[in-house]
């Protein structure tokens, strides 16, 4: 099988849906439940060690990215037809449904990226903070710059299917199947 390492921590295994994409180089370790149609793309960590980490489904985490839980207040939840960009880190947070991160964001402990929200490529979501519904958040620290226009929701429909579109090819050819 050429799928990533899937590592059990103090007895619990990760719960990956068996239609899932995980690249070869992809590690999921302890608490993690992962639902149908999601791409696990090349080096991502997804670390339930300390906490849980529930991931919806559609949801494509691009190469390098790391999703982690912070061990006394909070898991991570990742809503339904999410797209996470390279070299994201999700800490401890809630991503709603169909919300974008974009390449090198970071969203920290207890923060929410709201349904149909966007936090730009490089952004920091302090901790607690709430990126609402609709918005686009900018800069280190994120701040709110404006409601997303066409060219936001379009990313945000557009690209989950199309990564699963991508992850399906690789999956035909023997790479990253799951079970």
């Known amino acids: 099988m050429n799928t990533g390492l899937i590592l059990p921590w103090k007895g619990i295994v990760p719960k990956i849906d068996s239609n899932v994409f995980l690249a070869p180089t992809a590690t999921v370790i302890g608490d993690v439940v992962i639902g149908p149609e999601v791409g696990i793309w090349f080096g991502v960590t997804i670390r339930g060690d300390m906490n849980f980490i529930r991931i919806g489904r559609r949801v494509n985490i691009q190469d390098g990215t790391v999703v982690h839980v912070d061990s006394r207040k909070y898991p991570t939840h990742i809503g339904d037809n999410v797209t996470i960009g390279h070299s994201a880190v999700i800490h401890a947070c809630t991503l709603q449904n169909d919300c974008f991160v974009g390449m090198q964001a970071c969203v920290m402990d207890g923060a929410v990226v709201e349904t ?64």
């Open 116 to 179: 149909g929200a966007m936090v730009a490529a490089g952004a920091l979501v302090p901790p607690g903070k709430v990126v609402k519904a609709g918005q686009l958040w900018a800069g280190r620290p994120a701040k709110p710059v404006r409601e997303c226009g066409e060219q936001e929701k379009e990313l945000i429909t557009r690209v989950p299917p199309e990564y699963w579109a991508l992850a399906q090819e690789y999956l035909k050819v023997g790479i990253g199947k799951v079970g």
